[in-house]
């Protein structure tokens, strides 16, 4: 506990997690907006008029549940960005300030430095996640409302919606001091994550995509091996039509979080830090 206690007030010494705090409020309203106007479009969309392909995935998309459960989990795609980035930051900061010799000096076994600095980024994600959850909670029943729909706030599948995404954004925060051991140069871990989470899908869809067509339609199922495909998965609030289960998009991201983690606890134990 002690040192994830340290770990924590190196954190919260600097000024970097209140400069993402404070970057996390207006992604979180542009996110919940952009999701309120998704939700008036998608309303008004006639199931009957659109491809007989996509019209279940329409009339499950505006479902009471579904649009509730999106708007309840406003700010994941941001939120959990910046997640990835500040814990990478915890891991790429004692590289950067020449303290990863000290730090090794002080606590020799090495794992459980890796650890600690996982316990705090997951406390830290956490934390964000809370805070998105209450602006949420405050937010989004008014604008149910302005849609003509129940606040939702007694559907088992809303909070379920909701506790995924708290998970999710835990995972990610090992993705990212796992990728912060595998990338020690601050500047690169940011950039390469940064490129990675919001460019990374869009290869994903056009790769999945074009063997789809030109193989077998079973790559369609895959593109939820991409982890920010994976991690949107888990908060919806009932399953697509078309889509694979929630809990896989969870097993996807616990895959992720256990192989970065992992390999990042070896390497850091193996490598000359000095």
């Known amino acids: ?29 542009l996110s919940i ?122 559907a088992g599948g809303v909070w379920r919606a909701v506790g995924l995404n708290a998970l999710a954004f835990a995972l990610w925060a090992i993705v990212g001091v796992g990728a912060g051991v595998l990338i020690r140069s601050q500047i690169g871990a940011t950039l390469t994550l940064s490129i990675g989470y919001l460019v990374g899908p869009l290869g994903a869809q056009a790769v999945f995509f074009l063997l789809s067509q030109y193989v077998t339609k079973v790559f369609e199922k895959l593109t939820v091996l991409e982890p920010t495909t994976a991690s949107q998965l888990m908060i919806s609030g009932t399953e697509l039509p078309g889509n694979p289960p929630r809990w896989v998009g969870a097993l996807v991201l616990i895959g992720y979080a256990l192989i970065t983690g992992l390999i990042g606890t070896l390497i850091m134990r193996r490598r000359d830090v000095s």
């Open 33 to 154: 907006l952009f999701n309120w106007g998704t939700a008036n479009v998608t309303s008004q969309v006639d199931a009957s008029q659109v491809p007989a392909d996509q019209a279940d995935v329409i009339a499950a998309t505006g479902q009471p549940i579904n649009i509730a459960s999106n708007l309840y989990t406003s700010g994941q795609f941001f939120g959990v960005l910046l997640i990835l980035l500040l814990s990478a930051i915890l891991v790429t900061n004692e590289f950067f300030h020449l303290t990863a010799t000290t730090t090794f000096l002080v606590t020799p076994h090495r794992e459980r430095v890796i650890l600690a600095k996982l316990a705090a980024a997951v406390l830290l994600s956490l934390g964000f996640w809370l805070v998105t959850t209450l602006l949420n909670l405050a937010v989004a029943p008014f604008l149910l409302r302005q849609l003509g729909l129940p606040v939702q706030l007694g």
């Open 1 to 29: 506990m002690r040192l994830v206690g340290a770990e924590l007030t190196k954190i919260f010494t600097t000024a970097l997690w209140w400069v993402f705090a404070l970057i996390l409020i207006p992604l979180w309203a």
